[in-house]
């Protein structure tokens, strides 16, 4: 068969979840499949993070008018050229207007959803309304849809009145690149200036939760012996954020133990993991959540959130919490830090854990997807 898979974000610098979804997976399909013909559809980039081989051409296509234009013009002008089988969109909307067969990844239906909280970012404003636009029309046009986790699954079957037939989940997996790092200091130096520190992978989306895992935090702060005070460190956070976050709820006196490097890069991750003493990851909403399991990778226990996904993926042994409740991260941060042999039990019980999941099982589910798909 001749299947395309839309990877527009993967050739750029600072990539997030989807990318690396989409990047991890095709790699694998690369390694796995000799038979079927494969053409990645993706935007230039300077990151050039895919190589072709004789039986996957990489075609790069650049568009003015933004993911819109990419999407909905340049991408069903290269489909008719390519005349694949199969289209694949890997990032929950695809061409309004295109014959191909269509296999739609679609991660979550958050965009769809009330926000418990307002989005105070453009861009995300726009991506969100967007998508509202969008995949109603595209989901009935679906041969498949794709998306990451059984909760997910159940989720937009009953919101989109999916058949059953038509949906299903395939977990995500994590690099192999994270593990633990035995010597990780001249790496998580270069972000902040201590042994003692815990760490936050932020974002400005409100599911991330980002001002009550501040505030649960200062809270430790408050709580602790201040000759032995963890320092956070926040990562995809600017500074100007975190600093309307200390100002409105008055708790401008962490500022000196918080390090906001913003943009880390992904190389760099797994030995930030490594020498941090706890992960914080009280998200309020995953369809998976990734970092979960790079964090457990790389033997750094996680303090992350009893909804949605979350338990889905993180198991019922990790540490699991309200995310609307500041007091029980607190306590949960005090007591990794002060029983030693909790701790320890955790990092083992996420070393165990992660075992159930790769890209490697990812893209054989994926395979085993496409070539059940009938053509007509």
Same mark, same amino acid.
């Given at each position: 068969?001749?299947?395309? !898979?839309?990877?527009?974000?993967?050739?750029?610098?600072?990539?997030?979840?989807?990318?690396?979804?989409?990047?991890?997976?095709?790699?694998?399909?690369?390694?796995?499949?000799?038979?079927?013909?494969?053409?990645?559809?993706?935007?230039?980039?300077?990151?050039?993070?895919?190589?072709?081989?004789?039986?996957?051409?990489?075609?790069?296509?650049?568009?003015?008018?933004?993911?819109?234009?990419?999407?909905?013009?340049?991408?069903?002008?290269?489909?008719?050229?390519?005349?694949?089988?199969?289209?694949?969109?890997?990032?929950?909307?695809?061409?309004?207007?295109?014959?191909?067969?269509?296999?739609?990844?679609?991660?979550?239906?958050?965009?769809?959803?009330?926000?418990?909280?307002?989005?105070?970012?453009?861009?995300? +404003?726009?991506?969100?309304?967007?998508?509202?636009?969008?995949?109603?029309?595209?989901?009935?046009?679906?041969?498949? /849809?794709?998306?990451?986790?059984?909760?997910?699954?159940?989720?937009?079957?009953?919101?989109?009145?999916?058949?059953?037939?038509?949906?299903?989940?395939?977990?995500?997996?994590?690099?192999?690149?994270?593990?633990?790092?035995?010597?990780?200091?001249?790496?998580?130096?270069?972000?902040?200036?201590?042994?003692?520190?815990?760490?936050?992978?932020?974002?400005?989306?409100?599911?991330?939760?980002?001002?009550?895992?501040?505030?649960?935090?200062?809270?430790?702060?408050?709580?602790?012996?201040?000759?032995?005070?963890?320092?956070?460190?926040?990562?995809?956070?600017?500074?100007?954020? /975190?600093?309307?976050?200390?100002?409105?709820?008055?708790?401008?006196?962490?500022?000196?133990?918080?390090?906001?490097?913003?943009?880390?890069?992904?190389?760099?991750?797994?030995?930030?993991? *490594?020498?941090?003493?706890?992960?914080?990851?009280?998200?309020?909403?995953?369809?998976?959540?990734?970092?979960?399991?790079? *964090?457990?990778?790389?033997?750094?226990?996680?303090?992350?959130?009893?909804? *949605?996904? !979350?338990?889905?993926?993180?198991?019922?042994?990790?540490?699991?919490?309200?995310?609307?409740?500041?007091?029980?991260?607190?306590?949960?941060?005090?007591?990794?830090?002060?029983?030693?042999?909790?701790?320890?039990?955790?990092?083992?019980?996420?070393?165990?854990?992660?075992?159930?999941?790769?890209?490697?099982?990812?893209? +054989?589910?994926?395979?085993?997807?496409?070539?059940?798909?009938?053509?007509?």
């Amino acid at each position: 068969m001749k299947i395309a !898979i839309e990877a527009q974000r993967i050739f750029r610098a600072k990539k997030h979840g989807m990318d690396f979804v989409a990047l991890e997976t095709i790699r694998e399909i690369q390694n796995l499949d000799k038979e079927n013909q494969y053409y990645i559809i993706v935007s230039p980039g300077e990151d050039r993070c895919l190589d072709e081989t004789s039986n996957m051409k990489i075609i790069e296509t650049k568009c003015i008018g933004g993911y819109l234009g990419w999407e909905q013009y340049a991408l069903p002008k290269i489909i008719k050229q390519i005349k694949p089988d199969i289209l694949h969109c890997t990032s929950n909307t695809a061409p309004i207007f295109c014959k191909t067969n269509l296999v739609l990844t679609l991660h979550d239906i958050i965009f769809l959803e009330k926000q418990p909280v307002k989005n105070k970012s453009l861009y995300q +404003k726009l991506g969100r309304i967007y998508r509202r636009f969008v995949v109603p029309k595209i989901i009935s046009k679906a041969k498949k /849809i794709i998306t990451v986790s059984d909760f997910e699954r159940k989720n937009i079957k009953n919101f989109l009145n999916v058949d059953d037939d038509r949906i299903l989940f395939i977990h995500n997996g994590f690099n192999k690149h994270f593990e633990v790092k035995e010597n990780p200091k001249d790496i998580y130096k270069k972000y902040i200036d201590t042994d003692n520190y815990l760490f936050f992978l932020g974002n400005t989306d409100p599911k991330k939760n980002s001002e009550k895992t501040i505030m649960a935090y200062a809270n430790y702060v408050k709580n602790a012996d201040q000759n032995n005070i963890y320092k956070l460190l926040i990562a995809d956070l600017r500074e100007e954020f /975190i600093d309307n976050i200390l100002k409105e709820n008055d708790i401008q006196f962490i500022k000196p133990y918080i390090s906001s490097p913003d943009y880390i890069p992904n190389k760099d991750l797994p030995y930030i993991y *490594s020498g941090a003493k706890a992960f914080l990851y009280p998200s309020l909403r995953e369809s998976f959540g990734i970092p979960i399991l790079e *964090s457990m990778a790389c033997g750094c226990p996680i303090i992350t959130s009893n909804t *949605s996904a !979350i338990p889905e993926i993180a198991g019922q042994g990790a540490i699991l919490i309200d995310p609307i409740n500041i007091k029980e991260i607190q306590l949960s941060i005090e007591k990794l830090l002060e029983n030693e042999d909790f701790r320890s039990k955790q990092i083992q019980y996420g070393l165990e854990r992660v075992k159930l999941f790769s890209w490697n099982n990812t893209a +054989k589910e994926l395979i085993k997807l496409y070539n059940g798909i009938e053509i007509k």
